[in-house]
């Protein structure tokens, strides 16, 4: 096996010199850091990961704790996950994923045994039975998604009341005035799903200010059931002129359900989704968008975790509640409404 004693003499340098080389603990030219990576690289040299912990005290793992919950669109959650994997790895972490459905045995696991420097959390809810956990564990947390009670936390989230107010002054700017929101199931918004409330109720308080007509209703996570619901809701608010999405899964769904009722978007029904572009793209969705960010958000999460984790910031610097701001991409889904 490879070692660093290898990986040095390769280099022509001193052990220790290949060492800093590596970790970039201490200052090295560049022309030296440069050789060392390249005989690396040649040798196949992967660093022992117990030993840089002993050496460190650090694992260089970050855990990322997130379920795929069967009341939730499995292919929106998995964006989260890579947005967080992708940065962990740039900045030269591993991350250990646990989707174990019982949140805070698995975060006390892995913080009790020091198998990583730092925790994210996805599924974020309302009052997240995690959090308690996270607050006492000596290692650093950052959540995507907003709890009632920051405490203790970086927190990074989409504005979604925001979005709800942009989605709805689109369409009214229009001039639509009967809209359809449909959410997330019920049972999201009952176990804590706090985004979905925050949509809806900056929405229904954007419609009122502009007088016009919003009908928030739920829709199924999964197929075939969210095509049933949107026919139904379809069938069940013929005079609306304009659909605002907050569930991926209807999306999804809806270019065939509108294919199947010899529908149009802009023509017959002005629509606007929200889910990220790289969403839109994996489902060729023709209808414009709030971007939701997951990519976004992750940087931004995993960025904070390791200036905290690697002392870049002081230990006791405050905690910070960072919102991304909600942006409209324009797909050509929507329209003044058609004279009926």
């Known amino acids: 096996m490879v070692n660093i004693g290898d990986v040095a003499r390769a280099a022509g340098v001193a052990r220790s010199t290949a060492s800093y080389a590596l970790s970039g603990k201490r200052a090295i030219s560049d022309e030296v850091r440069l050789r060392v990576q390249q005989a690396a690289a ?18 260089n793992v970050i855990g990322l704790l997130a ?9 929106a959650m998995l964006q989260y996950i890579q947005g967080v994997a992708n940065t962990a790895r740039d900045l030269g972490y591993d991350i250990l994923l646990s989707s174990d459905p019982d949140g805070p045995a698995a975060l006390k696991r892995l913080t009790d045994s020091r198998m990583v420097d730092g925790v994210v959390l996805l599924n974020v809810a309302e009052d997240d039975e995690r959090l308690p956990v996270l607050r006492t564990a000596p290692q650093p947390g950052a959540l995507v998604g907003l709890p009632g009670d920051c405490t203790g936390v970086d927190v990074f989230d989409l504005d979604f009341e925001e979005a ?5 002054e689109h369409l009214v700017d229009l001039g639509h005035r009967d809209l359809v929101l449909v959410s997330q199931p019920a049972h999201v918004v009952e176990r804590g799903g706090a985004y979905v ?4 109720n900056a929405a229904i308080e954007a419609a009122a200010q502009r007088g016009v ?3 928030p209703v739920h829709g199924s996570s999964s197929q ?6 949107l026919h139904a809701i379809l069938d069940a608010h013929p005079e609306a002129t304009g659909l605002l999405l907050n569930n991926e899964a209807a999306a999804a769904a809806l270019p ?7 529908l149009s978007a802009p023509g017959d029904l002005s629509v606007v989704g929200r889910y990220s572009d790289e969403f839109a793209r994996t489902f060729s969705l023709p209808f414009s968008s709030i971007e939701s960010a997951p990519d976004r958000l992750g940087r931004m999460a995993v960025r904070q975790l390791v200036r905290r984790i690697e002392h870049q910031i002081p230990g006791d610097a405050p905690h910070v509640v ?7 991409v324009d797909r050509g889904s929507t329209a003044p409404p058609r004279r009926r």
Do not use: C, K
């Open 213 to 215: 007509r919003l009908r």
């Open 197 to 200: 409330w925050r949509l809806q």
């Open 164 to 168: 709800g107010r942009a989605m709805v």
């Open 322 to 328: 960072r919102f991304v701001a909600p942006e409209l």
């Open 42 to 59: 040649e040798l196949g040299y992967t660093p022992n990961a117990g030993a840089r912990a002993l050496a460190t005290s650090r694992s």
């Open 256 to 262: 065939t359900v509108m294919h199947d009722r010899s």
């Open 224 to 229: 075939p059931d969210i095509g049933r619901d």
């Open 67 to 75: 379920q795929f919950l069967p009341d939730e669109f499995a292919p």
